[in-house]
């Protein structure tokens, strides 16, 4: 009796991991067996310290480069500097550069970004405090001070200074930036096909709601190799394409 009860259980173990596996290898996606914490991606990302470099395309052409850099900058804090370069449709080509202030729990202390244009020179500054829950801007032309304030970061306030100050009207878009939910962040093994073979990765992904607006892919070592995202832009590392 006891025998046929251990075989019955191996029997049973047995199945159940085939099963597992024949529903990983053929519709992974519906499976949750490789989801990870997104905080240890993040954290493999923080203590490697890699730099990735990507090249940034539409459906047609390269249109820019972002280069990223997490690094540990004391026991208690983490920090993710970010510069690059873009030329968007109907906008002038910009730089831009920036670095984001975390705690050792990755939540963020504050942010800053700097954006540039050439002709004319047009420097862009906005400061964030969450904190303080306050935003900073500042806008010159060439030397001059043209505008500047500190605004409560909320989507109100900042439509009125994107529009008053910038001569940006969001009334357009598709989505109205009030009734942005905060985003859902999660992540999973995968695989990916690169120019020198199938790559294991951590794939994260950022959603508004039920709807992805970000991939973006990490190796083992904390390097960004891929990122897609919902609005038609593809980034690639180019060493690994």
């Not at 954006?115 to 969450?130: A, N, R, S």
């Not at 989505?175 to 859902?184: H, K, L, Q």
């Not at 959603?207 to 995202?229: H, I, N, W």
Request: hydrophobic fraction near 45%; proline fraction near 5%.
């Amino acid at each position: 009796m006891f025998y046929r009860a251990v075989m019955i259980g191996i029997t049973a173990f047995w199945l159940v991991m085939m099963g597992l596996l024949v529903r990983l290898e053929t519709h992974p996606e519906s499976t949750d067996i490789l989801d990870v914490p997104v905080s240890y991606v993040t954290r493999i990302m923080f203590r490697f310290g890699q730099q990735s470099l990507l090249t940034v395309r539409d459906d047609t052409k390269v249109i820019g480069t972002v280069e990223l850099r997490p690094v540990t900058t004391g026991t208690d804090a983490r920090a993710v500097n970010f510069t690059g370069s873009l030329a968007l449709p109907g906008v002038q080509r910009f730089n831009f550069d920036g670095k984001m202030n975390m705690d050792s729990a990755l939540r963020m202390r504050d942010f800053r970004v700097d954006l540039t244009m050439h002709q004319p020179h047009y420097h862009l500054t906005v400061i964030g405090d969450p904190e303080r829950k306050t935003l900073r801007y500042e806008v010159r032309l060439g030397d001059k001070l043209t505008a500047g304030e500190t605004l409560p970061m909320n989507a109100g306030a900042l439509e009125s200074a994107m529009a008053q100050d910038l001569g940006l009207d969001l009334r357009g878009l598709p989505v109205s930036t009030a009734g942005i939910a905060p985003p859902v962040v999660t992540a999973r093994e995968t695989q990916i096909a690169l120019r020198a073979g199938e790559l294991e990765v951590y794939q994260v992904t950022v959603a508004e709601g039920s709807a992805p607006m970000l991939d973006f892919y990490v190796t083992q070592l904390g390097q960004v190799v891929r990122a897609k995202t919902s609005f038609g832009y593809t980034l690639d590392a180019e060493e690994w394409q």
